[in-house]
């Protein structure tokens, strides 16, 4: 079964856990310094925010799967949207260890798909360097530039690098 995915940015991780736990009547999953996470079943939602990246503000959507089965119908529908497709195969990002590819829309909003595998106790781990490392940080989705110049096997999770947030 999917689950809708969205992750925001925000400057104030306190107050806005109290704003989301009113507004889902319900307190995070996961609560990290810099991360939380709802897992919210009405609607079927992963609603996640953190502190990391350029400016608040949606950061990417994307669809969660329960089965190995349903991230390939994912992915092969995303190649049949005839956009960059960055996959990233297993990583981890998030405080969890998923396998994963990224499309970014017409707009140049990022689409995720992932299957988690499990929880790590970092918001990700380092990564051997590689082509994409320049292009992408470990706090949002790939740039569109990214999924263009990005090789598949590239690891990467985030929109765009800055002098505060470059990968690895």
């Known amino acids: 079964m999917k689950r809708f995915h969205v992750h925001m940015h925000v400057d104030d991780l306190a107050r806005s856990i109290a704003f989301y736990s009113k507004l889902f009547a319900a307190e ?3 609560v990290e310094g810099d991360y939380a ?3 919210l079943e009405d609607p079927r939602v992963n609603f996640a925010i953190s502190t990391r990246g350029d400016k608040p503000g949606v950061d990417h959507l994307g669809f969660q799967v329960d089965e190995a089965d349903e991230l390939a119908e994912l992915k092969a529908r995303a190649e049949g949207a005839d956009m960059a497709l960055l996959d990233e195969g297993a990583t981890t990002c998030c405080y969890a260890r998923s396998d994963k590819h990224w499309i970014t829309d017409p707009q140049g909003v990022a689409w995720e798909h992932f299957h988690t595998l499990g929880n790590i106790p970092v918001f990700n781990e380092a990564a051997a360097p590689s082509v994409a490392a320049a ?5 949002g ?3 569109a530039q990214a999924l263009a110049a990005a090789p598949a096997q590239a690891a ?3 929109p765009k690098a800055t002098s505060a947030n470059k990968c690895c």
């Open 141 to 143: 989705a790939p740039s």
């Open 37 to 39: 996470k709802w897992m």
């Open 28 to 30: 995070p999953a996961r």
């Open 135 to 139: 292009a992408c940080c470990p706090t």
């Open 156 to 158: 990467c999770c985030g």
